[in-house]
T-cell receptor
């Protein structure tokens, strides 16, 4: 059972357009991470958000953690072909005395064309 | 700093055969994960280790999958016997146990079962 649902599943846009990817869950997470994965490679961390309502910016990417720490969004402004890839959210739950479990979302495949 | 090493990169086997994957995590990372990723989907956690102990293996198909991390460093994941639906990329990741720490991934092993 995938606890984190991402939408849309697939997005094809032209260079210069804006887009938003959503990551939703019914569970509360202690932190949430966004990763980007290119073909033939493992996921690479983009950002970690910890506080409910937190907003972080990474150049043209804006990440927001929901107030209740159950959902998150990734907004890309003026998308470029280099943004093409599989975007994954991952929620972490910390248990006392053990390492946190890291659960990945269903993934959003983004394709940016010229 | 060396990254997470996985081998082999690719493996093709016939159904009912056995296969093993190897992972060498980043030095000092006590937490190690094995994920299964079907093409275009998010990674699904198979097993999580903290040093040489299993933290979570609730989604590991234990009738055919096994994993060990005997000395708390390297880990192996085995499938015996393999089924067609096991075709996927198997990703290994390591992480500091601290809750919001980044997970570092290897390049994965692409398994094709024919």
């Amino acid at each position: 059972t995938q606890l984190l649902e991402q939408s849309p599943q697939f997005l094809s846009i032209q260079e210069g357009e804006n887009l938003t990817v959503y990551c939703n869950s019914s569970s509360v997470f202690s932190s949430l991470q966004w990763y980007r994965q290119e073909p033939g490679e493992g996921p690479v961390l983009l950002v970690t958000v910890v506080t409910g309502g937190e907003v972080k910016k990474l150049k043209r990417l804006t990440f927001q953690f929901g107030d209740a720490r159950k959902d998150s969004s990734l907004h890309i402004t003026a998308a470029q072909p280099g943004d093409t890839g599989l975007y994954l959210c991952a929620g972490a739950r910390t248990s006392t005395g053990t390492a946190s479990k890291l659960t990945f979302g269903t993934g959003t495949r983004l394709q940016v064309t010229l | 700093e060396a990254g997470v090493a996985q081998s082999p990169r690719y493996k093709i086997i016939e159904k009912r055969q056995s296969v093993a994957f190897w992972c060498n995590p980043i030095s000092g990372h006590a937490t190690l994960y094995w994920y299964q990723q079907i093409l275009g989907q998010g990674p699904k956690l198979l097993i999580q280790f903290q040093n040489n102990g299993v933290v979570d293996d609730s989604q590991l198909p234990k009738d055919r999958f096994s994993a060990e991390r005997l000395k708390g460093v390297d880990s192996t994941l085995k499938i015996q016997p393999a089924k067609l639906e096991d075709s996927a990329v198997y990703l290994c990741a390591s992480r500091h146990p601290q809750g919001a720490a980044e997970a570092f991934f290897g390049q994965g092993t692409r398994l094709t079962v024919v």
